[in-house]
């Protein structure tokens, strides 16, 4: 739990006390397992999704790849027209 990246947040939660951090960190850890059941679920994942998901990570967010990662990701999924590429890029 204490190598949970929680990214900006992360010196907010260090203003908390321990009884109160510990609740809130338990319900991010049930929120990121949630969501890559999901993901596990729906999604076509292939290495290549694994791989531009990265950019999901706080530390990667603030890269020059994260861009071309997430645009690569929403190449990949299914649902996603090229023009919404487009979109979901320009975000």
Avoid: W
């Amino acid at each position: 739990m204490k190598d949970m990246e929680t990214g900006k947040s992360k010196e907010a939660l260090g203003s908390l006390s321990e009884e109160r951090r510990k609740p809130l960190l338990r319900r991010m850890q049930q929120f990121y397992i949630e969501v890559a059941k999901y993901l596990r679920k729906k999604l076509p994942l292939s290495q290549k999704v694994v791989k531009y998901a990265k950019c999901l990570h706080p530390e990667v967010r603030e890269q020059d790849t994260a861009i071309r990662y997430v645009r690569e990701l929403a190449k990949a999924m299914p649902s996603i027209t090229a023009n919404e590429v487009v979109m979901v890029t320009d975000e």
